[in-house]
């Protein structure tokens, strides 16, 4: 079980960034219109308004470099919490922007997951 | 009782109680919680007061810089994100670190931690 949470944590993490850094548009995929997203403490719902507000950041190119991912179940029928940090490099900056941020995945009809919950920080000094 | 009031004092009576009792933690967990600490995975809340007790300092000071939280679905759970600084006695500057609570209710009216990520933010 601890196998599977931590496989799926990881796939997910690999498809979200990947979504982001090379298709930002179709990041709203992952979303659904109960979720909710605090992107450095503004908060958002739903998957239209969430796709807008990433797609709208002041950048054109970034890539995340993945440090560390941390998986747990969270008890709410298949879902799973993922705990992430790393770095954003921008296009032209010279040094990447550090990150934490956290997912609550819940499992779709479809077999696969959305994301329910998100949570981005920069991580400052 | 709005949910931003609620997890700004579960973290205020978290870490004051890491801060000065930490054995004390074990009122915050259940058997069911699971903690992640710098990747090492612990269940129950004996284990996790056992892990948490036995960390290589005595003495701490949580400060805290921000405060995240959204509900985590219809059980009335609450999701907790906070970033801060942990002062060790000796050390000239303080660890950052990123931490994770996933809250769920009590029959008392209260919160206990069923998931628990913890990780420093290296430079």
Do not use: W
């Amino acid at each position: 079980m601890e196998e599977q949470t931590e496989m799926v944590g990881r796939a997910f993490v690999d498809h979200y960034y990947n979504l982001f850094d090379n298709d930002r548009s179709s990041i709203g995929t992952l979303y659904q219109p109960s979720s909710m997203l605090t992107f450095e403490s503004q908060k958002l719902q739903g998957s239209e308004n969430i796709s807008a507000k990433l797609n709208a950041l002041p950048f054109g190119q970034c890539r995340h470099a993945i440090s560390t991912i941390d998986s747990q179940p969270s008890s709410f029928a298949g879902g799973i919490i993922v705990f992430v940090s790393g770095s954003i490099q921008l296009l032209g900056e010279d040094h990447p922007l550090r990150f934490s941020q956290m997912f609550h995945l819940i499992p779709t009809v479809e077999g696969s997951f959305f994301v329910q919950n998100d949570i981005f920080r920069l991580n400052y000094g | 009782m709005d949910p931003d009031t609620v997890a700004k004092a579960f973290v205020d009576h978290y870490y004051s109680t890491f801060d000065t009792n930490r054995a004390g933690l074990a009122n915050l967990y259940q058997e069911a919680s699971m903690l992640s600490f710098e990747g090492v995975q612990i269940q129950g809340a004996q284990s996790i007061v056992g892990k948490l007790t036995s960390l290589p300092f005595q003495q701490c000071k949580h400060d805290i810089n921000t405060v995240d939280c959204q509900p985590s679905g219809p059980a009335g759970g609450m999701l907790v994100f906070v970033s801060g600084n942990l002062q060790l006695p000796g050390e000239q500057h303080a660890l950052k670190f990123s931490q994770m609570f996933h809250l769920m209710p009590t029959p008392q009216g209260s919160f206990y931690v069923l998931n628990d990520i913890f990780r420093l933010n290296y430079a």
